[in-house]
């Protein structure tokens, strides 16, 4: 995760030590994902790179140039076969049509989803769906009683590491 002056990581630490079993094997790195070899920073942290693995790259995406987008890609695609990365985006048409949010809120990529099989396959993952705000909560399972939802400004995608 990055450090961000949102305090995020803070409040994730203080949110899991409240709960009354709170888990041990969490780990928390930080780490630039545009320059931090991903490989590396996990390593060191006990990360095993043998074993089928889910990643989740929400909401980071349209925070990176294109271009710091794709190490996190690369190595997520060379993760074990049937390994998945679930990640958000901006469509191109809410980055367009909406430059005083990008501005407000630091926006730096968006994708079209029309490319985003492409861009997938050139890291060895293969898109399984890539799905809006209106599919997502009949998709995605409403755990723990919680109303999740994902902005109408974004899209979800599942992709897998096919070998
Ligand atoms: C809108 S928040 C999404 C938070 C995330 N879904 C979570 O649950 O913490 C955007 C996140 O992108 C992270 N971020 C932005 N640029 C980054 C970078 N270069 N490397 C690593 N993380 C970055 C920020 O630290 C922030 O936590």
Redesign the pocket.
Known sequence: ????P?G?AAL?RAALARLPDPPTNVHYLT????TDPLPDTLAGAGFDATARTLVVF???AQ??PAD?VEPTFAWAGALPRGSRLVFTYLPGTVWRERPRASRRYGWLSAYEPAEVPALLARHGLTLREDVGAEAYPARYPQLHGRRLTLREIERVVLAEVAG
């Open positions: 995760m990055g450090g961000g949102t995020r994730k780490a630039d994902v545009t929400e909401a980071v925070y990176l710091g």
